[in-house]
């Protein structure tokens, strides 16, 4: 085994390339601050994930190099915008919609899809910059933090590297090495978190009435739905979210039987054929965690920082923000000289003022989801649907509207 050698030093280190790191170093990139920006996957790599995205991802990513990476999105083959929001469809058809356009949840009328593949390629195709290391490929090991800054291991093609750093954000996904090493944030409760499976489907027929993203409940299944979502391919991505409970093959046997037997699922996959393979994922749809997302000299962006909305499961939107937020406080930080975890807090404020609302919208259908006959109940309630949508409307805070 090689032995890292001699240290190399940074101004700041971002871990991970994903939406929230590659957005902070974008922003970081146009105000001119170095950075080394490292992941551990080559580029392009897809990722399990819905591949619908909101209004916050856009509006987010057109700051940035003066609106050309959301021209760059917007002009791909691959993008597909499709209508605003979500329709909900009981396990015996009947539906409404909720959009979220003009609220803070990170939908909104601009709703549009991209498979990962190709959206996470176009911010890593606009990485290089002046200001920017870009490391894909090397992994890092080990983190430790001493009076000097962070200290680094990183695997590298060539080897392990020691790299130290007077800032480190954190943007290495849900497994997130920087917040075991580095914060408090404390591990999930089981109770907190949802098994995944997705695949891309061909030859699913379009919902007619509502050819938008859709979220089918399953019947007597707690906290479980399937969701579909068409591509600018002609193809859909499908995917179920359950309960820790449901495993391996017993949440592929679940979707299954619900593409053949829920009602309205059944008429869209009748001739529908599965590309590829499943992917198993879990996904803590946890709590936020908008209190422990900072500390000495680091920030955990995106889902290191539990930003992800819970059981909902969005969390690109807030991702990119977070990494917009994370530069604007680095970039203070820097000005001032300022390293400790007080100065730092100012972002977990800004996170909280802008992300609150998505997160609460996500609690609030996690409870409606462990009730599986209630949430039943009331999609299939048209009047009692009207006076939330009364409330809702009259409020206009909650970031909910119905469609
Ligand atoms: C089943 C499922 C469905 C979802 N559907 C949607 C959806 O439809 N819409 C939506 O908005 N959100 C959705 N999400 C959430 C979305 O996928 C995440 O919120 C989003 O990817 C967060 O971006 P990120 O940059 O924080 O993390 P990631 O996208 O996970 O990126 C983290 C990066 O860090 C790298 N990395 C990890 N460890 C290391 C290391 N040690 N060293 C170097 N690099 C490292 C990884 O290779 C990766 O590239 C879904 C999530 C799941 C699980």
Redesign the pocket.
């Known amino acids: 085994m090689t032995t890292p050698s001699s240290i190399q030093d940074f101004q700041v280190v971002i871990?991970?390339?994903?939406?929230?790191?590659?957005t902070a170093s974008l922003f970081l990139s146009d105000q001119g601050i170095s950075h080394a920006i490292?992941?551990?996957?080559q580029f392009p790599?897809d990722?399990?994930?819905?591949?619908?995205?909101?209004n916050k991802?856009l509006d987010t990513l057109g700051e940035v190099r003066q609106g050309a990476v959301r021209q760059q999105l917007e002009a791909s083959p691959h993008f597909l915008r499709c209508g605003g929001g979500l329709r909900m469809v009981s396990p015996k058809g009947s539906s409404f919609g909720l959009s979220w356009a003009g609220g803070n949840t990170?939908l909104g009328s601009e709703v549009f899809t991209m498979a990962?593949l190709h959206f996470?390629q176009v911010l890593v195709d606009n990485l290089e910059s002046p200001y920017a290391t870009v490391h894909l490929g090397?992994?890092?090991?080990q983190l430790q933090q001493n009076e000097q800054g962070i200290e680094l291991t990183?695997d590298t093609a060539e080897g392990p590297q020691r790299w130290r750093s007077q800032y480190i954000l954190g943007?290495?996904?849900?497994?997130?090495?920087v917040r075991r090493a580095l914060s408090s944030q404390p591990s999930r409760p089981m109770d907190d978190q949802?098994n995944?499976l997705?695949a891309y489907y061909s030859g699913v027929l379009e919902d007619r009435d509502h050819p938008y993203s859709a979220a089918y409940l399953i019947s007597n299944q707690k906290r479980s739905f399937v969701?579909v979502?068409p591509l600018a391919d002609g193809t859909h991505k499908v995917?179920f979210?359950s309960t820790p409970d449901n495993k391996g093959t017993a949440l592929e046997t679940l979707l299954d039987d619900a593409l053949s037997s829920h009602p309205a699922l059944s008429k869209r996959f009748a001739n529908a054929q599965r590309i590829g393979d499943v992917g198993i994922?879990p996904?803590s749809h946890n709590r936020p965690a908008l209190d422990n997302v900072s500390g000495d000299r680091f920030l955990l962006?995106?889902?290191?920082?539990s930003?992800?909305v819970p059981q909902i499961?969005?969390?690109?939107?807030?991702?990119v923000l977070?990494?917009k937020l994370a530069a604007e406080t680095i970039s203070a930080a820097i000005a001032v000289n300022r390293y400790d975890a007080e100065f730092l807090d100012r972002y977990n404020e800004a996170l909280r003022s802008s992300i609150q609302t998505s997160i609460q919208s996500g609690i609030w259908f996690k409870r409606m989801a462990s009730y599986p006959k209630v949430m039943t109940w009331f999609v299939e309630q048209t009047r009692i649907r009207q006076g939330f949508k009364f409330l809702f409307g009259r409020k206009g805070d909650t970031g909910l509207k119905w469609i």
């Open positions: 871990v991970g390339a994903g939406p929230a790191g590659a490292v992941d551990k996957a790599r990722k399990v994930d819905g591949n619908l995205f909101g991802v990170g990962r996470d090397s992994a890092v090991t990183v943007a290495d996904g849900e497994k997130s090495i949802a995944t997705h969701y979502v995917g979210i994922w996904a962006l995106g889902d290191a920082g930003l992800l499961g969005f969390g690109t939107g807030n991702a977070s990494g």
